[in-house]
């Protein structure tokens, strides 16, 4: 199988990226907006890579996958549903493990490269 490359870099454009829409959940003003560029998506399960920005707002997040991240740019924080907030800024990677539930609160526009990977159930 050939790899895959998505050339996404801080070089990518905006214009390169998905159109843009608002955070599902959104918790007051303002409301961060979003854009995103997929290189992968699997035809069987939920796994997918891309690129993904997001304007500065607080919101809910809520995500069944499971999610390894690298940020690109800008800063913002992660607090967990629970636990303490994670200060996360450019160079930093995070992995959240399937259902991690909690609050993002983003302070400088970010970018971010991602990986959804689907929830692994498994029998007790």
């Not at 997001?54 to 991240?69: D, L, N």
């Not at 996360?88 to 399937?98: Q, V």
């Amino acid at each position: 199988m050939t790899p895959l490359v998505l050339k996404a870099s801080v070089q990518l454009t905006t214009d390169e990226l998905d159109s843009i829409s608002p955070v599902s959940r959104p918790i007051g003003e303002p409301i961060s907006v979003m854009r995103s560029k997929v290189a992968f998506k699997s035809s069987t399960d939920a796994t997918s890579a891309g690129v993904w920005e997001c304007s500065p707002g607080r919101w809910r997040r809520q995500v069944a996958e499971a999610e390894f991240s690298t940020f690109i740019s800008g800063r913002c924080t992660f607090t967990p549903d629970d636990g303490p907030t994670i200060s996360l800024e450019a160079g930093d990677s995070i992995y959240f493990h399937p259902n991690t539930n909690g609050e993002w609160n983003v302070t400088e526009p970010v970018r971010k490269v991602y990986v959804i990977l689907p929830a692994i159930h498994r029998p007790l």
